[in-house]
């Protein structure tokens, strides 16, 4: 099954997934019971007529009676992470390979964008942040990109501008491209403790994480700055899936979310940037397609 397709699928699978939660609140909370329909009743004789209210969840719009409204709202959080979270696995999941070594193998998720020379720099050795930004866009909206799409995006839309000495695209110009896209995103400082990043990242879509091999060791050795993009927490194993543009043999594993924790890189301004919601209505691009050469998995 082609990624469209699969979009399509988690698409009707999360309105399943969220008409059946909003049935299970009802059930719990004991809505059907005729002593609550007469509070109701009394309810309504003494207050003003209930103006249905329409809610965003997860770029769906839904017309809600109060009733329904309130189911939703006391169970907003579980909505919520459902929709974000639920409906996609790591097959659904882009991950670009920025290098020219890779492609040069062949390897899947590589392009010929690794060999575009500006000023001075060639993107292999600096789009790692274009490619974790662009493997976003094409995982979670109903449109697909290429990190050399991405970076004449970011040039005409924000004030990145690379030169020879520094090519990659900063955390502020990051988060203005982002949101351009349709996209909830905001820039985080690494917390003083695991446990709250864990939980940070347990309910976002998907982050782009700066790691460096100065503050740990212990999974990626000898970088002093790079991005990597991070989602689908899995709790029973404490892991996180991980899409690394610079590396074509641990790119798309799962990896301890700790590694990761423990090599956010401290001197940066921001450590992570992480999304929580996508809304096509907000999506200024709608950039669709790929034209440059490249490896499809």
């Not at 009743?41 to 839904?62: H, M, N, R």
């Not at 974000?84 to 390979?97: H, K, M, P, Q």
């Amino acid at each position: 099954m082609n990624r469209q397709k699969r979009k399509e699928y988690r698409f009707y699978a999360m309105l399943a997934g969220m008409f059946l939660l909003i049935a299970g609140a009802y059930c719990l909370d004991g809505d059907f019971t005729s002593e609550n329909d007469q509070n109701a009743a009394d309810v309504s004789a003494t207050q003003p007529e209930y103006v249905p209210a329409v809610k965003l969840y997860a770029g769906i719009f839904t017309k809600l009676d109060g009733e329904e409204y309130a189911v939703i709202k006391k169970n907003k959080d579980i909505l919520v992470a459902a929709a974000n979270r639920g409906y996609y696995d790591e097959t659904d999941v882009y991950s670009f390979l920025q290098g020219p070594k890779s492609w040069g193998e062949g390897r899947a998720w590589s392009g010929e964008w690794s060999n575009q020379y500006v000023r001075g720099n060639y993107f292999g050795n600096f789009g790692c942040g274009l490619c974790c930004m662009a493997n976003i866009y094409s995982t979670f909206s109903d449109h697909t990109c290429s990190p050399w799409d991405m970076f004449l995006y970011a040039r005409e839309t924000s004030g990145y501008t690379p030169t020879k000495k520094i090519g990659a695209i900063g955390w502020g110009d990051m988060k203005t491209v982002m949101r351009k896209c349709g996209f909830d995103a905001e820039l985080y400082t690494k917390p003083q403790t695991y446990e709250a990043f864990r939980e940070q990242i347990k309910t976002a879509k998907s982050a782009i994480v700066l790691v460096s091999s100065h503050d740990d060791n212990t999974y990626w050795k000898k970088t002093g700055g790079h991005y990597v993009n991070i989602c689908l927490y899995k709790e029973e194993t404490d892991e996180v899936f991980l899409a690394d543009p610079a590396d074509p043999d641990g790119n798309r594993n799962y990896i301890p979310l700790r590694y990761v924790y423990d090599a956010l890189k401290t001197v940066s301004k921001y450590q992570y940037l992480v999304v929580d919601g996508y809304s096509e209505e907000q999506n200024q691009w709608k950039q669709d397609g790929i034209d440059e050469a490249w490896v499809a998995p």
